[in-house]
């Protein structure tokens, strides 16, 4: 059984930048959900995919978006990166009330 | 964003002592979590509540789910080195079509041996 991997594992990007960070989910796990970690807090939801819909959303703008593939895979895309979106993001599958985590993306904005 | 009370927000303790940590919320939740991060790494599931009243084992660790529903505990007996990490409590309302968790701040647990 795989765990959720998610890639890639660091990237600095420039303030106005769009990026694009990937998850793959644990194996027969078909919920994908997205959170941000700032420094010295903690992981605040983003926003759940399920069956490649959105499925529920935190207080985040729309410049963050989603989307869920057939083999429940998922990216998050950030737009018009701000200094303060420096982060580390956490992506988690889940099936049921088993929920798993991938190690992270550490994003930085300089 | 919304985040649940956590304390204390740091420990320093000795190896060999017992620890003690709690989490509030001014929400009820059907579902309590408990993880361990590491430095670098995504949260590790330790414990999982799903009843009020409940008390869970998983080793040295013992959680339990609060009567009220809007507050939990951990616990870990005689630490060791590896215990060594911040922990995080998380409540979640399963079922419906959300099923996001609300985390707390962490507790920062450092063990002298």
């Known amino acids: 059984e795989t765990g959720v991997t998610q890639s890639p594992t660091h990237l600095i990007k420039t303030r106005g930048q769009q990026v694009t960070l990937r998850c793959s989910s644990q194996?027969?796990?078909?919920?994908v959900s997205w959170y941000q970690q700032a420094l010295g807090q903690g992981p605040q939801f983003i926003f759940q995919?399920?069956?490649?819909?959105?499925?529920g959303r935190g207080n985040f703008p729309p410049r963050f978006s989603g989307l869920q593939f057939p083999n429940y895979s998922s990216e998050l895309n950030v737009n018009a990166l701000e200094l303060d979106d420096s982060a580390l993001y956490l992506c988690?599958?889940?099936?049921?009330?088993?929920?798993?985590f991938g190690s992270g993306t550490r994003l930085t904005v300089v | 964003g919304q985040q649940l009370n956590q304390s204390p927000q740091s420990m320093f303790i000795q190896e060999g002592e017992d620890v003690s940590m709690n989490c509030t919320s001014s929400?009820?939740?059907?579902?309590w979590l408990w993880y361990k991060q590491d430095p670098g790494e995504g949260p590790v599931l330790l414990i999982a509540?799903?009843?009020?009243?409940e008390l869970t084992s998983n080793g040295r660790l013992t959680a339990q789910f609060g009567i009220t529903r809007k507050d939990s505990f951990l616990n870990i007996s005689a630490s060791i080195p590896s215990d060594v990490g911040i922990y995080f409590c998380?409540?979640?309302?399963?079922?419906?079509?959300?099923?996001?968790?609300?985390f707390g701040k962490g507790t920062k647990l450092s063990v002298k041996p």
């Open positions: 509540l799903y009843k009020a009243g």
């Open positions: 998380a409540g979640m309302n399963y079922g419906g079509s959300q099923g996001n968790l609300i």
């Open positions: 995919y399920y069956r490649e819909e959105e499925n």
């Open positions: 929400s009820i939740f059907n579902t």
């Open positions: 988690a599958s889940s099936g049921g009330l088993s929920y798993t």
């Open positions: 194996s027969g796990h078909n919920t």
